[in-house]
């Protein structure tokens, strides 16, 4: 399986300040199809997992413009460009390029 | 609006089954693939099973592999997964997912059904 490294596990931010969150894949998640499907989800407290980005750098639906994700390869970002209170919770970022999907540790966002 | 509600969680023995149900609807259900995810208390998510739109091809974690059987009914808009041999590493909250099949990730999720292994 493909392993989907982190960093950091804990990001304490100052509101309106920026934030990013580094994810490794232990393989290129390059497709054969051409694309790169690398999704960072958003799951805060005591809710289910929401999905902000898919294929690297693209915002779901209703996410706000603040959030977005770069990268290719094995090597990708998700920055927050300015933390608001309701982004606080634990960021995900996961592979389905190959048939078995894996995901980071998570990284959590708080407010200092 | 797309909704998914799971049910069938509960408390079980180790070496016991459960089968749980994910009701979606304010979609075309029988369009898109599924996927079951899950989160051990305290935990990140886990990738536990998918299973395709059309020809019904079904996927498996290897940690659930022979263990678990992910099925669907297109005629009640309905996703089940049936767990036997539970363990204790099977607790979790088991969410179901709606995969979004030409971008390769879930776009929607359910609020989650808890599954706890215990004596």
């Known amino acids: 399986d493909i392993v989907m490294t982190q960093t950091p596990l804990s990001s304490p931010v100052t509101l309106g300040q920026p934030a990013s969150i580094s994810c490794r894949s232990s393989?290129?998640?390059?497709?054969?199809?051409?694309?790169?499907?690398l999704s960072w989800l958003q799951q805060r407290p005591g809710q289910p997992p929401r999905l902000l980005i898919y294929k690297i750098s693209n915002r779901f639906s209703g996410v706000p413009d603040r959030f977005s994700g770069s990268g290719a390869g094995t090597n990708f970002t998700l920055k927050i460009s300015r933390v608001e209170a309701e982004d606080v919770g634990v960021y995900y970022c996961?592979?389905?390029?190959?048939?078995?999907?894996?995901f980071g540790q998570g990284t959590k966002v708080d407010i200092k | 609006e797309v909704q998914l509600v799971e049910s069938g969680g509960g408390l079980v023995q180790p070496g016991g089954s459960l089968r749980l149900s994910c009701a979606a609807s304010?979609?075309?259900?029988?369009?898109?693939?599924m996927s079951w995810v899950r989160q051990a208390p305290g935990k990140g998510l886990e990738w536990v099973s998918a299973i395709s739109a059309g020809t019904g091809s079904t996927y498996y974690a290897d940690s659930v592999k022979g263990r678990f059987t992910i099925s669907r009914d297109n005629s009640k808009n309905t996703l089940y997964l049936q767990m036997n041999s539970l363990r204790a590493e099977d607790t979790a909250l088991y969410y179901c997912?709606?995969?979004?099949f030409g971008e390769g990730t879930t776009d929607y999720w359910g609020q989650g059904t808890l599954v706890t292994v215990s004596s």
């Open positions: 997912a709606k995969v979004w």
């Open positions: 996961m592979q389905s390029t190959r048939i078995t999907w894996t």
């Open positions: 304010g979609f075309t259900f029988s369009s898109y693939a």
């Open positions: 393989q290129s998640l390059v497709h054969s199809d051409g694309n790169t499907y």
